[in-house]
């Protein structure tokens, strides 16, 4: 026979519903977490991730069971916090699942799920069926979220809100003084190819999904920038290729020629990819290297031109113009596959940085060239 609560909620909401694990957790007190979908590339220190995480501090010291669903940020997050802190936890998922488990799972543990998969809202109003209180982090304005808060309150459930918390401290190398920058040679005379770095917007490439959650719950103070993005690249001894907004999707590592004084200028907000096309951290190798290992200057062609283009030639082309950008302006260059640094000197390598600490870094660390400009 359903148990009560299973019961109430497939007359709530028309559906049927299966559960496996542990079904005295829904005798017992159920909370779960108002999160709406918050923004991409979380820090450790950011507000509504450390919310979620002292909420589930607080559920667990409390001996409530924690009712969430799996496969977003900020509910794998709070299942791998529970899971570590020997908590017990309700899951609720959108369709019956592959596996009966996850390892984000605490071992004691219910999955509720329905027979015939649902729409997100259908799910998150579950969610909050299956609780008899909530702690309210970040709700969205006439969101999912907000229904199911207000759907608690009508059944008399108490809605918590978690305080907002301040930033932690995350350390930096920037040093707060005004330093002197390295003389640049003039743009006539530079030799390089320039890869600019940034701050991964979620995973590193090749990470797991639990080793980066792991980062971003233990309260690292290491964080994850464009300065850390070239760091790795210099402990990995490569340049991974990508090919996301390369034509056909071919993996390419892109460079510019320009002078590091000419970029500044093209610098600006691409709010599509929620990034900046260029930051100030860089990796520039000579030209006449990397033209040895096959690399080429991008040709700017008309959408005609470009769509026209055999794919071992477009993957060396970009669109002149979009919107009022002019590409052309970026002097882009492109080379296939992944770029072993291995195979390239040390001494045709140059690091661009913000910092003189920043410098001493990275020659201590990788015996390497920098710049701060």
């Not at 607080?58 to 969430?68: G, M, N, Q, S, Y």
């Not at 459930?157 to 995350?170: H, K, N, T």
């Not at 993957?315 to 950008?325: F, H, V």
């Amino acid at each position: 026979m359903l148990h009560p609560v299973l019961a109430a909620a497939e007359t709530k909401l028309s559906l049927r519903l299966e559960a496996r694990g542990n079904m005295s957790l829904l005798g017992g007190p159920r909370r779960c977490l108002l999160v709406s979908r918050a923004e991409k590339a979380p820090q450790p220190d950011t507000p509504w991730l450390r919310g979620t995480l002292l909420a589930v501090e607080r559920i667990v010291a409390a001996k409530e069971a924690l009712v969430t669903g799996a496969e977003r940020l900020a509910w794998d997050a709070a299942l791998l916090k529970c899971r570590k802190m020997q908590g017990r936890s309700i899951v609720v998922l959108d369709k019956p699942p592959a596996d009966p488990a996850s390892p984000l799972f605490c071992d004691d543990f219910l999955t509720v799920y329905p027979l015939e998969p649902v729409e997100p809202q259908i799910r998150d109003r579950l969610i909050g069926l299956l609780a008899d209180r909530a702690y309210a982090i970040q709700i969205r304005k006439n969101g999912n979220m907000a229904a199911v808060a207000a759907e608690l309150a009508a059944r008399g459930c108490s809605v918590e809100s978690i305080p907002a918390l301040p930033p932690a401290p995350i350390a930096t190398t920037e040093s707060a003084q005004a330093e002197t920058k390295d003389p640049l040679p003039p743009p006539a005379d530079w030799p390089w190819l320039t890869h600019y770095t940034r701050a991964p917007d979620g995973q590193w490439p090749g990470e797991s999904p639990q080793d980066y959650l792991n980062w971003l719950c233990d309260g690292s103070s290491l964080p994850r920038d464009s300065f850390a993005a070239l760091c790795r690249i210099l402990s990995e001894r490569r340049l991974a290729a990508c090919g996301r907004l390369m034509p056909g999707n071919t993996p390419m590592v892109c460079f510019t020629e320009l002078h590091p004084g000419f970029v500044a200028p093209l610098r600006r907000w691409r709010r599509g990819l929620r990034r900046w096309t260029f930051t100030r951290y860089g990796l520039a190798i000579r030209r006449e290297t990397l033209i040895g290992l096959g690399a080429r200057r991008v040709e700017y062609v008309t959408k005609d031109v470009l769509s026209a283009a055999a794919p071992e030639h477009s993957k060396y082309m970009q669109l002149e113009r979009s919107g009022d950008y002019d590409w052309s302006a970026e002097k882009e260059w492109r080379i296939a596959g992944d770029v072993a640094l291995s195979e390239i000197r040390t001494v045709d390598l140059l690091a661009l940085v913000t910092s003189q600490a920043e410098k001493a870094i990275l020659q201590q660390r990788f015996s390497i060239s920098a710049v701060f400009a």
